[in-house]
């Protein structure tokens, strides 16, 4: 297969974690590694005291880049000091959500900078076994990924006794086997027990207290990890001078759909606003379209129309809060502003439709991603997303009805939020948000009246007389 066209940064990027991505003649290989700087931070973090590390990845504010935000050095401050189960380690590269493309472009291309920031995180927490779950339809990245494990264990930085520290750890590659509710984390670790990727109700609500073999277990996305490492090389103070309070480091954004240069971008945290992203960086719409819709971090964010308006609070010059009016294209890069405009940055994958595209149509083709996915434990969620799926299909093949609309935005309302993992909102916030938004598009597609109610096949026979 020929080698994909390499991509040349965006001068405004500021890569850090990407730093090597598509540099011309980086190779995947330990060598390529060691003389580009490679394990020099595993080799600073060995000197440290495990718990300033932590106390470094707190200082830093970084937030989880698997989807949820979650501060990192929060999570990892749930293990107990002195616990005495054994602690493991799992690296999320499961990278299923529609839209984000980033995990799979650090496995193939740098795949030891991820494999020494779970080294430094393994230390840090005291563990001495990890895993790295990765997507069953990522073979070839598994294969990358054994290969380096194989690399670090040769030149001591895996296995015993680990740069003559004492400090002992294994890295095991698992496969998943292609379903989307296995990146939910507790499905995870169901799959990686070897059972069926059913996610476990809550309490408790960390796998960091009760995960992996019912021992505490903390999960981090593969973008997350590796930004530990460079936390450990410049100190969590000056990590979090990157970016905005609250919001820090760089952060890689891959985006798709109706721009003139799709691609992946690592950006500095609300640094550039959503407009400038696609305008300047991706280039704008392609000739002769407009912009009408964007779901702003991976399939499960809810959708912004092109032309929405939010009234937000800043802080103002005296630092009191005051109220601002901004445009979606106004709307900054981070996790706080996408939030406070009621979607979220999630997992980075900014999916944009420009006027050429059919917003029923669209969302169909989301429902029938999320109905196929749902793993089928909780009632609303196994039914829901499969009743939102079938009144699609119906609005597409143009036996739309009028209250269509209102059933979807009923059905989606009464799945958020009733379910035992996020997938209920994962699945709900698409419908909710495109049917609010496009109000017109679901109208014209449900014009037919509502036929009148038909009893059941056995109280039909009832009614006109059969016998039983
Ligand atoms: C349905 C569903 C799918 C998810 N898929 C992924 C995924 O593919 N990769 C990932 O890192 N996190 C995924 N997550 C989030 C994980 O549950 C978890 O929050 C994350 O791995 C924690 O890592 P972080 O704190 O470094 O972000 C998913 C969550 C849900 C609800
Ligand atoms: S919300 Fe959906 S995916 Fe999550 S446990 Fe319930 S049925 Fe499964």
């Keep these: 297969m020929p080698a994909p066209a390499r991509r040349i940064p965006h001068p405004r990027e500021k890569r850090m974690v990407f730093a090597h991505i598509d540099r011309e003649g980086y190779t995947p290989d330990i060598a390529c590694y060691l003389s580009n700087g490679g394990y020099e931070d595993l080799k600073k973090a060995v000197t440290m005291a495990p718990a300033d590390i932590v106390n470094e990845v707190k200082a830093s504010a970084l937030r989880g880049r698997g989807g949820a935000g979650f501060p990192c050095g929060v999570k990892w401050g749930f293990i107990r000091p002195g616990e005495t189960k054994p602690i493991y380690l799992i690296c999320n ?20 900078q991820l494999i ?20 069953g339809e990522f073979p070839q990245g598994a294969k990358i990924l054994e290969k380096a494990i194989a690399e670090a264990k040769a030149n001591g930085f895996l296995g015993k006794n680990i740069l003559g520290t004492g400090f002992d750890l294994e890295i095991y590659v698992h496969r998943g086997a292609g379903a989307y509710i296995c990146g939910e984390e507790t499905g995870l670790i169901e799959s990686l027990e070897g059972k069926r990727a059913y996610p476990r109700i809550k309490p408790p609500y960390f796998p960091a207290v009760l995960g992996l073999y019912q021992c505490p277990t903390i999960v981090n996305n593969v973008e997350t990890l590796c930004h530990v490492k460079h936390i450990v090389r410049m100190g969590g103070a000056e990590f979090a001078k990157i970016g905005t309070p609250n919001n820090t480091g760089t952060r890689i954004v891959g985006v798709s759909g109706d721009v003139q240069r799709p691609g992946y971008f690592e950006i500095e945290v609300g640094s550039m606003t959503l407009g400038e992203l696609l305008n300047d960086l991706c280039g704008g719409p392609k000739p002769g379209r407009k912009f009408k819709a964007i779901i702003p971090g991976g399939s499960s964010a809810k959708v912004f129309r092109a032309d929405e308006r939010f009234k937000i609070k800043v ?10 009016e901004i445009g979606v294209m106004d709307i900054p890069m981070d996790f706080d502003t996408m939030a406070a405009c009621g979607s979220m940055a ?16 669209t969302l169909n083709n989301l429902n029938q991603f999320y109905a196929h996915e749902s793993c089928g434990q909780c009632t609303p969620c196994r039914e829901g997303s499969l009743w939102m799926r079938k009144i699609t299909d119906r609005m597409l093949a143009d036996g739309g009805v009028e209250s269509d609309p209102a059933t979807l935005a009923s059905v989606s309302n009464n799945i958020a939020g009733k379910t035992i993992c996020a997938f209920g909102e994962a699945c709900s916030w698409p419908t909710m948000s495109f049917v609010a938004k496009f109000p017109e598009e679901f109208a014209a597609r449900a014009t037919k009246p509502i036929p009148p109610p038909t009893p059941p096949e056995f109280l039909s026979e009832t009614l006109t007389g059969g016998s039983h």
């Design 315 to 324: 802080k103002g010059q005296d630092g009191a809060m005051v109220e601002k």
């Design 346 to 361: 999630g997992s980075g994958g900014v999916i944009v439709m420009d006027d050429t595209r059919d917003m029923v149509e």
């Design 93 to 112: 590269a499961d990278e299923s959500e529609p839209g984000t493309f980033k995990d799979r472009y650090i496995i193939h291309q740098d795949p030891h």
């Design 116 to 135: 020494e920031g779970m080294i430094i995180s393994a230390f840090a927490l005291n563990v001495h076994l990890a895993y790295l779950y990765i997507r």
